[in-house]
């Protein structure tokens, strides 16, 4: 166990998974909070001081070694588990963990805060997307306040024709917002599916919305409930 006071980060998907009580039980007062996100869809990177320690176990840290690696991760160490490597462990660390949002913002990427509770810092991948393809985009995000009262959020990716049309769609959040505090960066991977053929003009947009009830859209203080991330006039198809 490290020796410095800092954040767990424990990933709760796929199983078998590590629960929060027992990762604290293992870090004992050097654990100033426990934290839970999937790691196969997504990377927290908590606002906390002092370093954040992800600890994985077997298909996690495979599922999860990009994203670690890609924001500046680096292993400290493994264990492993000879009867069934499902149960190996791996704690990663990653120091001021909310200053490496940059790594999946392109340039020139719109911001916007939706509803008071998140600001869509940016995104990668966009430009990436190919007609019949499978893509990767990543949304980066701030969170300003956990809803009050708590409540099941989720981030909507949309692929659209010129007109509005959905074309695909990836929705997602790996990051609970019970685990949310003011100034963490949540990182979302979206697999986006795309048609073929792709038409001109097609764009790539995002927002919040509630999971519960009428599933609204969270808008922004323009009362834009949706932001356009990349807009393509001309594909080869």
């Known amino acids: 166990m490290p020796a410095e006071r800092g954040t767990v980060a424990v990933c709760a998907d796929p199983t078998p998974a590590l629960d929060p009580e027992t990762a604290r039980a293992w870090f004992g007062d050097r654990a100033a909070r426990v934290a839970v996100f999937d790691c196969t869809h997504s990377l927290l990177l908590p606002t906390d001081p002092g370093p954040t320690w992800y600890l994985l176990r077997g298909a996690q840290a495979e599922a999860a070694r990009a994203l670690l690696e890609r924001a500046g991760a680096t292993l400290q160490y493994t264990e492993p588990h000879l009867p069934d490597p499902a149960y190996a462990l791996y704690l990663y660390r990653l120091d001021d963990a909310a200053s490496h949002a940059g790594a999946w913002r392109d340039a020139g990427a719109p911001e916007a805060t939706f509803g008071g509770v998140a600001t869509l810092l940016g995104s990668s991948g966009a430009a990436d997307i190919a007609p019949g393809s499978v893509t990767a985009v990543y949304t980066v995000w701030r969170v300003e306040a956990p809803p009050e009262p708590l409540e099941p959020l989720s981030i909507f990716l949309h692929l659209t024709a010129p007109d509005g049309f959905t ?51 969270l808008r922004t203080d323009a009362g834009q409930d ?5 807009r393509v006039m001309h594909t080869s198809q």
């Open 167 to 217: 074309l695909a769609t990836a929705d997602g959040l790996g990051a609970p917002v019970e685990a949310w505090r003011a100034g963490d960066v949540i990182v979302q991977a979206h697999r986006l599916s795309a048609p073929a053929p792709l038409p001109d003009g097609w764009q790539l947009r995002a927002g919040l919305y509630r999971l519960a009830g009428d599933q609204a859209r």
């Open 226 to 230: 949706a932001v356009t991330l990349e």
